[in-house]
């Protein structure tokens, strides 16, 4: 994988944003909202958080903008030179060892499970719980394979061409295998930019699985 992504990295932000062309909206708004999940969560701008999957920083920037201690880690090099140019403030981790352990209030992947080997899941998903300190909550966004829109993005998206959708149920046990306690299911991004006057309601609309995306959060 960090082969396939350090191919990419240069062409990363057109290829993600060509693929985006049916919501009306940018890379960057994805970003935030992930960002404004967190906050949704009472996660504290006070913890210490972990990109894990980092990338070339695009989810990385705006928890950086909010978090006093903001960490990445990434197996791709060339993803990671570019993030570190696009955000200064952050640690990044080129090995995963190198990542402290018990550390993070939270720790985000985003659109890293459908790119990793089914066989590898649990024991990825229990590498970043240990990262986290105790309490410490996991958040894995990933795309919606009951979605038909999100499935005509991952299908247009150069990059996702080995991606495997997780149903959203499996995400949820193999959360809850990997130790981590009162794991929960929601379903977000439901309005495309034509439609942004309905997003107030997106906080109220997680059990209805027509989202394009998932968040499934687990805590230490």
């Excluded at 720790?107 to 229990?126: F, I, N, Q, T, Y």
Aim: net charge neutral; charged share 25%; glycine share 8%.
């Amino acid at each position: 994988m960090a082969q396939k992504f350090d191919g990419v990295a240069q062409s990363y932000d057109a290829l993600y944003e060509r693929s985006l062309v049916a919501s009306g909206e940018s890379a960057e708004y994805f970003a935030k909202y992930k960002l404004s999940c967190l906050e949704r969560l009472g996660v504290s701008h006070d913890e210490a958080v972990l990109d894990w999957g980092c990338g070339v920083g695009n989810v990385l920037g705006p928890l950086a903008g909010v978090y006093r201690e903001v960490h990445g880690f990434d197996p791709s090099s060339e993803s990671m030179r570019i993030a570190a140019e696009r955000v200064p403030k952050a640690r990044l981790h080129s090995q995963a060892s190198d990542v402290p352990e018990a550390h993070f209030g939270a720790a985000v992947l985003s659109g890293v499970l459908h790119h990793v080997p089914e066989d590898e899941h649990r024991a990825l998903l229990e590498t970043v719980r240990s990262k986290l300190r105790p309490g410490g909550r996991l958040v894995v966004f990933e795309h919606n394979p009951l979605n038909p829109v999100t499935q005509r993005a991952v299908a247009a998206c150069e990059f996702d061409d080995d991606a495997v959708l997780l149903w959203p149920w499996r995400a949820r046990r193999l959360l809850a295998h990997a130790g981590l306690r009162d794991v929960r299911l929601d379903f977000i991004v439901f309005f495309p930019r034509p439609l942004a006057f309905l997003r107030p309601l997106e906080s109220r609309l997680g059990w209805l699985p027509l989202g394009a995306q998932v968040m499934v959060v687990g805590a230490r």
